[in-house]
């Protein structure tokens, strides 16, 4: 029995023994390259992560564009945007970015094409900005007619005038306002003296689109600015200069043009006929300047023996300020005065010498459609005036 149980034991022992993994010098080689499963395993992870990744790209593309649609806190005053016929939404978006009113044309643009796109109207337009880009939008597709009201101010309108026109046609400006603000010698404007406060003859007058959120400083200012592209357009500093006048001075030669002259054809016979007067030292006596400033209804010959700086019957010189707003013809007249009658015309032909001195110096309303009949000698300008009367054309 004992025998039998070394036996047991043994063949025990030996069946340990024989266990490979408790022999150090056979243990198997085991193979830990990387296997299908672990190359399978990396790729699901930088799938992931470019997932991930690209979320967060497209966060960030997304937050960027929303501030620019959103644009940032509103600044500033709202300020006037103009659209031509040939703007196309490329145009409108960069001169929007140019402007200040949004940060990013190129998003601008992308917009319009996800809203629906853009078909502008020409006119004016008033934006804040910095505002939300469906509210440029929305102020771009509403027709300036829905919003705006034409106000005309006709060529000859003082600025007392312009100021009760803009008072009738827009309800919550005041002529009085209008009037305080024209008055401010302070405010910059091109040509207008130092010691002057007035801006007559210095708002161009025209047709605007007025809103009801405009203000009468806004207004002044916009007929201001047009004033100075007409004079820069027509060459008034250069022109002005070869005349020996003053821009101002010639605004005020405009103005009086724009009041005589009722036909276009007269305008630079009158412009003539008061550089030569203003040269030959005589008085202008122009009717139109005594009724500046007066009432409509002052008869004429208490008109003419007023004590006025406007009174050219009694003051030589030209009057002290412009006596109306003048449109371009008259500021053009003024620039560009006609020549004097040749020697071999007419109206020389009864001077002693037609070569010297034939000038135009007076003219007296001679047509019903407000043409006048010019003259070089005075006995020429008192037959005129007789022909006018028997015409009834004259008091």
Not at 68 to 74: D, H, I, M, N, S
Not at 182 to 195: M, N, Q
Not at 230 to 255: C, H, K
Request: net charge negative; proline share 7%; glycine share 8%.
């Amino acid at each position: 029995m004992r025998s039998d149980l070394l036996s047991d034991n043994q063949r025990a022992r030996n069946r340990w023994d024989d266990d490979e993994w408790d022999l150090p010098d056979e243990v198997p080689h085991v193979d830990r390259t990387p296997g299908r499963g672990d190359r399978v395993r990396w790729l699901v992870w930088g799938v992931l992560w470019l997932v991930v990744a690209g979320v967060l790209a497209a966060g960030s593309a997304g937050w960027w564009l929303m501030q620019r649609v959103t644009e940032q806190e509103v600044v500033g005053e709202p300020v006037t945007f103009t659209l031509s016929g040939e703007d196309d939404v490329e145009a409108i978006g960069a001169r929007l970015e140019a402007t200040g009113i949004i940060s990013d044309a190129g998003v601008f643009s992308w917009y319009v094409g996800q809203k629906g796109g853009l078909e502008p109207e020409p006119g004016l337009y008033r934006l804040v900005p910095g505002s939300h880009l469906g509210d440029v939008l929305g102020v771009l597709r509403t027709s300036p007619s829905e919003t705006y009201r034409r106000v005309t101010f006709p060529e000859g309108f003082t600025v007392q005038q312009i100021a009760s026109r803009l008072e009738e046609e827009i309800d919550n400006l005041s002529a009085d306002s209008f009037l305080a603000i024209a008055e401010d010698p302070t405010r910059r404007v091109p040509w207008r003296p130092a010691d002057t406060s007035s801006l007559e003859g210095l708002l161009f007058p025209d047709t605007y689109q007025v809103s009801n959120a405009d203000n009468e400083g806004q207004v002044i200012e916009r007929m201001i600015e047009l004033m100075e592209r007409v004079a820069l357009q027509e060459e008034l500093e250069l022109r002005s200069s070869a005349l020996g006048v003053s821009p101002y001075e010639a605004l005020i030669v405009a103005s009086m043009i724009e009041r005589e002259a009722k036909v276009d054809g007269d305008r630079a016979l009158i412009a003539r006929v008061i550089y030569n007067r203003l040269e030959l030292g005589m008085n202008l006596e122009i009717d139109a300047t005594l009724f500046y400033d007066s009432p409509p209804d002052t008869p004429f010959a208490v008109l003419r023996s007023k004590d006025s700086p406007y009174n050219t019957y009694l003051y030589g010189g030209l009057p002290p300020t412009p006596i109306a707003n003048p449109g371009r013809a008259s500021i053009r007249a003024a620039l560009n005065p006609a020549p004097n009658p040749s020697s071999g015309n007419d109206l020389c032909v009864v001077l002693d010498d037609p070569t010297v001195g034939c000038n135009y110096l007076y003219y007296v309303l001679a047509d019903d459609d407000g043409s006048h009949a010019f003259a070089v000698t005075f006995d020429q300008h008192l037959t005129n005036i007789e022909t006018s009367r028997a015409k009834g054309l004259l008091d």
